[in-house]
């Protein structure tokens, strides 16, 4: 008997399916993972969308419960499994899978915890998915980067921490609140570590080309009487706030993730302050990654952008790598 199918559609080529053009991967399901697989479904960006993580029973409800929402989606094949085999021809792969940071933990006290995950995780990405781009978005995300950089073997210009896009963005709305502004109408950056050493760039900080350190040459300094010092602080401190209010945080870094995820996809050429290989540039000699204005296109990081930096902001970055590299010298088996 004919079936339904048969009757309804005829085929004019049965050789096998056409592979995804640009799928991608979140490699754990927690808050993080499920903020940046949905904020990357509702951008249009991948054409196939792919979910991996231990725990077998809440990564196939995850699965399911986005196919169920297909009919509002661009993105028409969503699998999830285990196995990382359901992760192969990946163009992107984001990582979010480790212990998460707790309350009041800062995030380099996570990192041998989550090198050992990791020892697991990676090798099986670039075994599926050899010509990827991975995204780090794990905590303490500048370290753990770095061991994704030695575990895959892969260039340096492939893989990426999420690293202070995500502070920059605090930094930016916090910044424009304050002066009555929409957040993109801000201009500043945050460099180095992703976390408590983290580098507010004052001098380059401005609005409509019109720097601020020109109005107030005191700016960011405990000399400023206006206090904008405190902005930087509370970047620092947003993080831990928000866990202690709601328990984690999540939706900030899934729209921050998906936002490298489109400048990678599209071949943007778009500058975005994530983590990259910084040894060799202002004067640091380690094998650290932390944040930089870098260049993202489809081929991952292209180049970086040599900001102009104060001999203080130069210290401060170097002090950054140095926290970075007290921990990463420590880190046993990679």
């Known amino acids: 008997m004919t079936s339904v199918l048969h009757k309804l559609i005829t085929p004019l080529f049965s050789g096998p399916p056409e592979p995804p053009r640009n799928k991608v991967t979140v490699v754990g399901v927690g808050q993080v993972g499920m903020a940046c697989a949905v904020s990357i479904l509702l951008r249009e960006l991948a054409d196939e969308l792919a979910l991996v993580d231990v725990v077998e029973d809440k990564l196939k409800g995850e699965m399911m419960d986005l196919q169920h929402g297909s009919l509002f989606l661009k993105t028409p094949k969503i699998v999830a499994d285990k196995d990382y085999s359901v992760t192969a021809n990946s163009r992107i792969v984001v990582v979010t899978a480790g212990v998460r940071q707790q309350e009041g933990e800062s995030r380099l006290n996570l990192v041998q915890r989550n090198v050992n995950i990791f020892k697991h995780i990676i090798p099986q990405i670039v075994r599926y998915s050899p010509d990827c781009i991975i995204i780090v978005v794990s905590n303490p995300v500048d370290v753990l980067t770095y061991v994704t ?10 893989v990426i921490g999420s690293g ?3 502070d920059s963005a605090r930094f930016r709305f916090l910044m424009a609140d304050k002066l009555g502004i929409h957040s993109s109408s801000f201009n500043g950056w945050i460099l180095g570590e992703h976390g408590d050493t983290s580098v507010p760039v004052w001098s380059g900080t401005n ?16 000399f400023d009487e206006e206090n904008w010092k405190e902005t930087h602080k509370m970047v620092v401190d947003s993080a831990y706030e928000v866990i202690k209010l709601k328990g984690y945080t999540n939706w900030a870094i899934g729209l921050s993730v998906a936002d490298l995820t489109e400048s990678l996809m599209r071949n943007m050429n778009r500058i975005h302050p994530v983590s990259t290989m910084v040894q060799g540039m202002y004067g640091i000699n380690d094998e650290v990654y932390l944040s930089l204005p870098c260049v993202l296109n489809s081929g991952g990081v292209a180049s970086v952008v040599n900001m102009t930096l104060t001999d203080e902001e130069v210290a401060q970055l170097q002090a950054s790598a140095n926290t970075l590299w007290d921990i990463q010298r420590d880190l046993q088996e990679i």
């Open 149 to 158: 950089w030695k575990l895959s073997g892969l260039p340096k210009h492939r």
């Open 164 to 166: 202070t896009n995500l």
């Open 207 to 222: 609005v409509a080309g019109v720097n601020l350190q020109t109005l107030n040459p005191n700016i960011g300094t405990d």
